[in-house]
C-alpha cells in the first residue's frame, strides 16, 4: 500500500491503477524487488521493528534498508555475514558498540543488494564493503564479491555504486544505495 500511495502519487494516477511486479530475477517467484509495471521508477522498500524506509528513483536502480537495532549476540552473526577483512575491523569496535555497528554494516550490505536487485539469492555473496572517496570527492561503494576488491556493481559492470547513511532517531541504521550518474 505504502509503494501504490507514493508511486501514484509521483505518476499522478489513483493507487489502484499502479502496477508491481516482484518478481525473482532468477527464479521468477514473487519473492524479489518490487517493479513498477509501465513505468521508469524504480522502488526499495525496508522495514524492521517500528521503522519502515522506502526509496524511489527515476530510471536509476535504488536500494534501501533499515535495521532496528534488536538485543541479540552480534559477534557469531558477525562470523557469518562479515569477510576477513570486517570482520577485523568489526572486532576493533568497542564491545559496548558492536551491536549498533553490526546493524548499522548490514543495512550498508543489504541497500546494496537491493539496488543491484539480487538480494541475497545466493548466500551473502557481497562479502567485503566499503565507502571511500571517489575522484569527483563523492563517496563511493566499494565492495568484493569474491575476495577481490572492485568498484563496480555485477549488472552493468561499468557501474560505479554510491552509498548514504541516513539518521534516523533512536538508532536504527539506515542505508541507501544506487548507481552514480554516468
Same mark, same amino acid.
Request: proline residues 8%; aromatic residues 8%; hydrophobic residues 40%.
Given at each position: ?25 532468477? *527464479? ?7 517493479? !513498477? ?28 534498508? !533499515? ?14 555475514? %562479515? ?18 555497528? %553490526? ?20 548466500? !551473502? ?28 556493481? *555485477? ?10 547513511? *541516513? ?6 541504521? *539506515? ?8
Amino acid at each position: 500500500a505504502l509503494i501504490r500511495g507514493v508511486v501514484a502519487a509521483e505518476l499522478g494516477i489513483a493507487p489502484a491503477e499502479v502496477v508491481l511486479d516482484s518478481s525473482c530475477f532468477d *527464479c521468477g517467484k514473487p519473492h524479489g524487488k518490487p517493479r !513498477v509495471v509501465g513505468s521508469t521508477l524504480e522502488v526499495s522498500i525496508s522495514h524492521s521493528g517500528e521503522w519502515v524506509a522506502l526509496a524511489m528513483t527515476d530510471g536509476v536502480p535504488v536500494g534501501i534498508d !533499515v535495521e532496528e537495532v534488536r538485543d541479540t549476540e552480534v559477534d557469531g552473526l558477525a562470523g557469518i555475514c %562479515f569477510s576477513p577483512s570486517e570482520l577485523t575491523t568489526f572486532e576493533s569496535v568497542p564491545a559496548a558498540d558492536r551491536r549498533g555497528a %553490526f546493524f548499522t554494516y548490514w543495512a550498508r550490505k543489504e541497500a546494496i543488494v537491493k539496488a543491484m536487485g539480487t538480494g541475497f539469492a545466493h548466500g !551473502v555473496w557481497i562479502r567485503d564493503v566499503g565507502v571511500v572517496q571517489n575522484s569527483w570527492g563523492r563517496p563511493e561503494v566499494v565492495y568484493s564479491p569474491r575476495g577481490e576488491r572492485v568498484r563496480r556493481s *555485477c549488472a552493468p559492470p561499468s557501474r560505479r555504486w554510491t552509498w548514504r547513511s *541516513c539518521a534516523w532517531p533512536a538508532g536504527a541504521p *539506515c542505508g541507501c544505495s544506487k548507481p552514480m550518474p554516468r
